[in-house]
């Protein structure tokens, strides 16, 4: 059950057909918020944003490419105009491929970078023009442990996300003038998404023994962190990048 928002507060999250995106968007319904849903793939976006209004939430859902500028501007335009100017952007859009760095073939390298990371910053860009311009807000970039420490047949992603971490704290540090908060989430390794096409249960019976707190994490877990990051009691926060991995990064095995 959605809880009445006394400020009618707008968060837009980016990936919301996506496992985390979408846990993320029930999180803020359930904060608050009215949710705008976008995703390239407008149909599970549209599903997230049915679930929420279900659930007594304001949500509307957009289709939307990230790394296409042009259409990240018009659609956080339109969007704004329908819902109403975000105070939140939270975003979750991303994609991950395997392949050796010898093999990796140009193309491939430029997909990712350009969905993972180009597609972050315009998508901060476009929402935090809004926000300066409405007197301030949050936005949250969905990393990974991968931003900090490399993964084997991952170089592309790695860049990626090392990308995001960076991109953070330069835009936290650009954007404090314009009282708009920017910070990351750091996820280890998250089930119940679609990301790749498992983990199987063989790959978890190998991994899990090796993460601290000796399970995988749920999407739900980075939804928590992400609320907090939205919420007043994170007002002074910002360039950080909350590491949700249960202890993945204190081993060296990623
Ligand atoms: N699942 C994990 O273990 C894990 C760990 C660390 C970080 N992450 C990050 O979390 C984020 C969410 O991933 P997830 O695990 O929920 O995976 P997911 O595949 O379930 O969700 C990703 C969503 O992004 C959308 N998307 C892909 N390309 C897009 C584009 N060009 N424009 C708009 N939307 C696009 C997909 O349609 C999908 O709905 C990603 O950035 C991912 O890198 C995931």
Known sequence: MARE???GSVAV??????????????????????????????????????ALRDAGARSIAEKLDVSDGGEVERTFQAVSARLGTPTVLVHAAGILTFAPALELAE???RRVIDVNLTGTFLCDQAAARLMAAAG????????????VSPGSGVAHYDASKGGVALLTKSLAL??????????????????GTNLVSGPNDEYLAEVVPHIPLQRAGQ???VAGAVSYLCSPAASYVTGAMLVIDGGMLLTARI
């Open 174 to 191: 650009e954007l404090a003038a314009h009282h708009v908060t920017v910070n990351a989430v750091a996820p280890g390794l998250i089930v």
């Open 219 to 221: 999407p739900s877990d």
């Open 5 to 7: 928002n006394p400020n």
């Open 13 to 50: 999250v980016t990936g919301a057909g996506g496992g985390i995106g979408r846990a993320v968007a029930q999180r803020l319904a359930q904060d608050g918020f009215a949710v705008t849903c976008l995703d390239l793939d407008v149909t599970r976006a549209g599903e997230t944003a049915n």
């Open 136 to 147: 301030g807000g949050r936005i949250v970039n969905v990393a990974s442990v991968h931003s």
């Open 107 to 109: 193309q491939e390298w």
